[in-house]
């Protein structure tokens, strides 16, 4: 469609989309271009509402062009049964690996959510893999994703038969997802620093981590507050 598109013609839309839609099409089936083929399955899913079709658009991006994108949306369709594919944890943690090792956009959280899945067993027979788990999350947490470095900073905090206790890096995970804005991480390090434990106790450091968790929790606040006023 030559020049701009007026959004509040209804037909000029509809046009536009389809036009797009078409590209879409082109790009992946024709070009044989794997970015073409995650747009199409964001056109089909967010656009056209059919999952099932997205699904398959997923399911050919990943498996035959192991793009990154597209493996993590696939594993999480795997997780909910979304678009019909079977609910399959080892299907989609085998997706998130993938993901994972490609790097990308979703890279850090395919890594974390292979962490979730390797420390909750249910992909291993019910054995929860702590080890593999650490490394996947350290993994993310390398790559600046919040929810990967405190869960590392609450495996070596709390400890177990398959990692031994550390406070010196409990505090350590807890104070970098805290600078990467994790409210909880701040209140753990805040207490941590508060009672001594795992390091030489600092009643300024403790009260400096707890207004850092205030403040982020009051962020938190005011953003849920924008979102429901819209």
Not at 52 to 75: D, I, M, P, R
Not at 203 to 228: G, M, V, Y
């Amino acid at each position: 469609m030559a020049g701009l598109v007026d959004f509040k013609n209804e037909e000029e839309v509809k046009e536009f989309l389809d036009n797009l839609g078409t590209e879409y099409y082109y790009q992946c089936h024709r070009e044989k271009d794997a970015d073409g083929c995650h747009r199409l399955a964001e056109y089909l899913e967010n656009i056209k509402k059919n999952f099932e079709a997205t699904a398959k658009v997923l399911t050919f991006n990943c498996e035959q062009n192991s793009h990154s994108e597209s493996c993590y949306k696939l594993g999480a369709y795997h997780i909910t049964g979304k678009g019909g594919v079977p609910i399959d944890l080892k299907t989609a943690y085998s997706c998130f690996i993938k993901s994972c090792g490609k790097g990308g956009k979703k890279s850090a959280d395919s890594c974390h959510n292979v962490g979730l899945l390797a420390q909750d067993g249910r992909v291993n027979d019910e054995k929860p893999d702590l080890h593999l788990a650490r490394d996947y999350y350290t993994k993310a947490c390398d790559d600046k994703f919040a929810p990967s470095c405190f869960n590392l900073s609450t495996m070596y905090l709390e400890g177990s038969p398959g990692l031994a206790k550390d406070m010196k890096r409990a505090l350590h995970f807890s104070e970098k997802a805290c600078e990467l804005g994790h409210i909880w991480a701040c209140a753990n390090a805040s207490r941590m620093y508060k009672l001594g434990d795992g390091v030489k106790r600092d009643d300024a450091k403790a009260e400096t981590l707890k207004n850092r968790a205030k403040d982020l929790h009051q962020k938190q606040r005011e953003a849920k507050e924008i979102t429901f006023g819209v």
